[in-house]
């Protein structure tokens, strides 16, 4: 009897340890401050320092949809338009500066931005999606980033990489309130 025991503890341990490895993730998330006027906040581009076509693009989108879930309704986008190659060129510079001002123009008090560092699939038979991004909230007055949140998080060879892209950024901007 008490060696099913032992086996069944063993087993539940074991599944246990695996669901914790499931997906192995890294994040360094600073605390909000409290903001006055964070609902007056703009999503301006991401930088995309990867070898993907639309990463930033692809993890813009999902923060977009994760803050209006948060209840972010006065979020202010800005509008995609590439007439200029700036996201062929990865001219973030140029591109972050128009976007700053378009937020200021826009009436935002603050700006999200940030990077994706990684948005792929690994090579190999398994072929894991990983992810690593970073968030920055910069005060329009100022020019100051008042918060920042980096991570990076890897998946199975079942997941998708939107799915943990998705669960990555919903971690990085958990303490975002409006």
């Known amino acids: 009897m008490k060696m099913q025991i032992k086996a069944r503890c063993n087993r539940w341990a074991g599944l246990a340890a695996l669901l914790a ?3 192995c993730s890294s994040t360094q998330v600073g605390l909000a401050p409290s903001w006055t006027q964070l609902n007056k906040l703009a999503l301006v ?6 070898e ?3 990463a930033a693009l ?3 989108s999902i923060a977009q949809n994760l803050l209006h879930q948060k209840g972010f309704t006065q979020l202010a986008t800005y509008p995609f338009s590439d007439s200029a190659g700036t996201y062929l060129l990865n001219n973030t510079d140029q591109q972050r500066a128009q976007a700053l001002e378009w937020a200021r123009d826009a009436g935002a008090q603050y700006a999200l931005t940030g990077a994706v560092q990684e948005w792929r699939y690994k090579v190999g038979i398994d072929g894991e999606p990983v992810v ?14 008042v918060w920042s949140a980096m991570g990076s998080r890897s998946g199975w060879s079942r997941s998708t990489l939107a799915g943990v892209g998705h669960d990555l950024i919903s971690q990085l ?3 975002i309130q409006p």
């Open 21 to 23: 490895l499931s997906a």
């Open 45 to 50: 581009p991401l930088s995309n320092y990867t």
């Open 52 to 54: 993907t076509p639309g």
């Open 58 to 60: 692809g993890a813009q």
């Open 132 to 145: 690593g991004l970073s968030f920055d909230v910069v005060d329009l007055n100022t020019g100051e980033v």
């Open 173 to 175: 901007l958990a303490p």
